[in-house]
């Protein structure tokens, strides 16, 4: 079983999971944090926090999703990343990915299940054709 | 070097300095000034990967950091510190900073608040203080364009009274 964080600008990864429970109901192994009115050190030790709690007991590791490759969040998680195993951190969080998350997180391994749901996020990006078939 | 904003950041490098600050002042360099920063390779790399290429990164402690800033001339800089107290050991180096940004000081407890983003225990207080009384004047600002608010003494007195 894999654990996940969702670590946002604002209210991004709330509303987020609000979604995800609203298409596949509670229980879905996914937290929320922001980083709103957090020095990089108390988001570092949230971040670090919720890690312990959710690697201390029997787990396949926990992945940390962030909005912005290159922001506070990024930063946050990837530090403490360094230094907790297994713990991944991808960025450019979407629906697409934490839906497939709650589907495949009980039975990929953790090194499997991160590179598909970046091949996911990025072809839930696209220019969705006209109904017309027509540019 | 050339500084273009000197900014007390407990963010250090983020977005509001790399799109915000970086866009509107085409920075040649960052200069992250921390030692505890610059004392774990790790972390600095972190940093400097969440710049764009074109900008270079300079992680280095106090002591290097005010050798830099002294040096005429030279890149067009960014200079950040995560606490008053670091800008305030710069400034006392020598190195001359008429204007100081305030841009992220967020809550912890025991601080009180001077701004939304601004937070501030004694200490705090008594370094930024130092700044005003070094000539450094200090403004509060998150990134261009955002409302900013100069923070003097008597602002600094008012949140004294309710720490």
Redesign the interface.
Request: aromatic fraction near 18%; avoid cysteine; hydrophobic fraction near 40%.
């Given at each position: 079983m894999i654990h996940a964080l969702v670590v946002t600008h604002g209210g991004v990864a709330r509303e987020l999971l609000a979604v995800v429970e609203s298409i596949l109901g509670p229980g879905q192994g996914l937290e929320a944090m922001t980083n709103t009115a957090k020095s990089a050190q108390v988001l570092a030790e949230e971040v670090s926090d919720w890690c312990d709690a959710h690697l201390s007991g029997p787990t396949d590791g926990a992945v940390l999703f962030v909005d912005d490759m290159a922001g506070s969040c990024a930063v946050a998680c990837r530090l403490i990343a360094n230094r907790k195993r297994p713990v991944r951190v991808l960025s450019g969080v979407n629906l697409a990915m934490l839906l497939d998350f709650t589907t495949w997180r009980e039975s990929l391994p953790i090194e499997e299940l991160t590179r598909r749901l970046v091949e996911k996020g990025r072809q839930a990006i696209a220019i969705l054709p006209h109904m017309s078939g027509e540019d | 070097m050339s500084v273009l904003l000197a900014r007390i950041d407990?963010?250090?490098?983020?977005?509001q300095v790399?799109v915000g600050w970086s866009r509107h002042l085409e920075p040649e360099c960052i200069l992250l000034c921390n030692d505890d920063v610059s004392a774990d390779p790790?972390?600095g790399k972190?940093?400097a990967?969440?710049?764009p290429p074109s900008i270079s990164v300079i992680v280095c402690d106090r002591a290097e950091a005010a050798k830099l800033l002294m040096v005429e001339g030279g890149s067009r800089t960014i200079l950040l510190t995560?606490s008053p107290a670091d800008m305030l050991d710069l400034v006392r180096a020598g190195v001359s900073l008429p204007v100081v940004n305030v841009g992220?000081?967020?809550?912890?407890k025991g601080k009180a608040e001077l701004h939304?983003?601004v937070w501030l225990d004694q200490g705090d207080l008594d370094k930024l203080r130092s700044l005003l009384e070094a000539g450094c004047r200090l403004v509060a600002q998150t990134v261009p364009g955002s409302r900013d608010i100069v923070i003097g003494a008597e602002a600094l007195n008012t949140l004294e009274s309710r720490l």
């Open positions: - | 407990d963010r250090l490098i983020h977005g790399t790790w972390q972190v940093y990967s969440t710049v995560s992220g000081m967020h809550f912890v939304e983003f």
